[in-house]
């Protein structure tokens, strides 16, 4: 599109046809460079297969960047989620997830309680399908918060910890990304023993991860 990527201003005294020149010229090697400009991401599945092979005392974290809530994303995708179960991968938490029904439902039910969740997919296409688990609620949080930025405080709101099979889910009623390990911690989830975590995020949850983690990707 005309109105994204990068740009180049030529500046020419008088001479239009030089600055024309150098303008075909230097949008030809950023359109060249596109392939080598490009941040490389791993499938799903590639990510997963890391998770799959840790051996290391601390978790393998993965940034889910397309359910980035600071983006604009929905924050209930359930691809990952989906994939998890497939390939029947234990100790590895997930969050956040943004589903306030869900939520609703494991205040009445209460901590301990097993309970039918549909989790995610609820706000569009391109949040999936809902996800059917047993869950067990282990952990509630009537005001949730995280460290954000800056050392804000970002809420969360009403927010549960759910288990199922290995598989540990925090779900919030305030959409948001993840900032920091406190969003599963405070509510209950550890992060020891985990193999993998898979936040919600692009970027700005990685300084306060980093220190806890085998890698990140």
């Known amino acids: 599109m005309a109105d994204v990527g990068a740009k180049v201003l030529v500046i020419a005294d008088t001479n239009q046809?030089?600055?024309d020149a150098l303008t075909s010229q230097l949008g030809a090697e950023f359109w060249a460079l596109r392939e080598e400009a490009r941040t490389p991401y791993l499938t799903v599945d590639?990510?997963?297969?890391?998770?799959?092979?840790n051996t290391?005392?601390?978790?393998?974290v993965l940034a889910a960047v397309a359910d980035n809530a600071g983006g604009g994303a929905a924050s209930d995708n359930t691809a990952i989620?989906?994939?998890?179960?497939?390939?029947?991968?234990?100790?590895?938490?997930?969050g956040c997830f943004w589903d306030p029904v869900a939520v609703q439902m494991c205040f009445g039910a209460g901590i301990g309680a097993t309970l039918t969740l549909r989790i995610g997919g609820k706000v569009g296409r391109h949040s999936g399908?809902?996800?059917?688990?047993?869950?067990?609620?282990?952990?509630?949080?009537?005001?949730?918060?995280?460290?954000?930025l800056s050392g804000s405080q970002s809420p969360l709101g009403p927010s549960a910890y759910v288990e199922f099979e290995g598989v540990h889910i925090i779900v919030?009623?305030?959409?948001?990304?993840?900032?920091?390990?406190?969003?599963?911690?405070?509510?209950?989830?550890?992060?020891?023993?985990?193999?993998?975590?898979v936040v919600k995020s692009a970027q700005h949850f990685y300084n306060n991860f980093e220190p806890i983690a085998a890698e990140i990707q």
């Not at 590639?46 to 092979?53: F, G």
């Not at 290391?56 to 393998?60: C, E, H």
């Not at 989620?81 to 997930?94: E, P």
């Not at 900032?179 to 193999?195: M, V």
């Open 129 to 148: 399908k809902p996800v059917n688990v047993v869950a067990t609620v282990r952990g509630l949080c009537p005001e949730h918060k995280q460290p954000g």
């Open 81 to 94: 989620l989906q994939r998890v179960l497939d390939l029947g991968l234990q100790d590895i938490a997930l």
């Open 46 to 53: 590639e990510a997963l297969a890391r998770v799959q092979a």
């Open 17 to 19: 046809a030089q600055a």
């Open 56 to 60: 290391a005392k601390a978790p393998v």
């Open 172 to 197: 919030s009623t305030i959409r948001e990304q993840v900032f920091s390990p406190e969003l599963f911690t405070d509510i209950g989830c550890s992060i020891s023993g985990k193999r993998g975590i």
